[in-house]
């Protein structure tokens, strides 16, 4: 069993930054991809960001040069730096890791105020 506890969420202006943690306990392995997700109101989640063990990343268009996603091994913990926050960023902000398993925290809230 995984568990994943995100922190970091709230409300920002528009343009300003916020850097989101989770923070992975129990059985999981360095090797294993780790990234975040996030659901509008009326939207499907997406896929944000992700990274794997070997640092590998991937990052939606609409977030590519303002976003960056890192891990730290060692504490088996993933960031999200979110700089130039916009309105449409607002949404919950789901972690995830994959084990051979999917796993998913509860969601941390992210409001951006224009």
């Known amino acids: 069993q995984v568990q994943l506890v995100e922190s970091g969420g709230g409300l920002v202006q528009a343009g300003e930054s916020l850097r989101l943690s989770c923070a992975a306990s129990?059985?999981?392995?360095?090797?294993?991809?780790m990234g975040w997700y996030r659901q509008a109101p009326g939207k499907q989640r997406e896929l944000v960001a992700s990274?794997?063990?070997?640092?590998?990343?991937n990052y939606a268009d609409s977030v590519k040069g303002r976003f960056t996603i890192s891990r730290d091994g060692a504490k088996n913990t993933v960031y999200l730096q979110m700089n130039s926050l916009k309105p449409g960023d607002t949404a919950v902000y789901y972690c995830?890791?994959?084990?051979?398993?999917?796993?998913w925290g509860k969601g941390e809230l992210v409001t951006v105020s224009s």
């Open positions: 995830h890791a994959y084990t051979g398993v999917d796993y």
């Open positions: 129990g059985t999981i392995f360095r090797l294993n991809t």
């Open positions: 990274i794997t063990g070997f640092g590998r990343t």
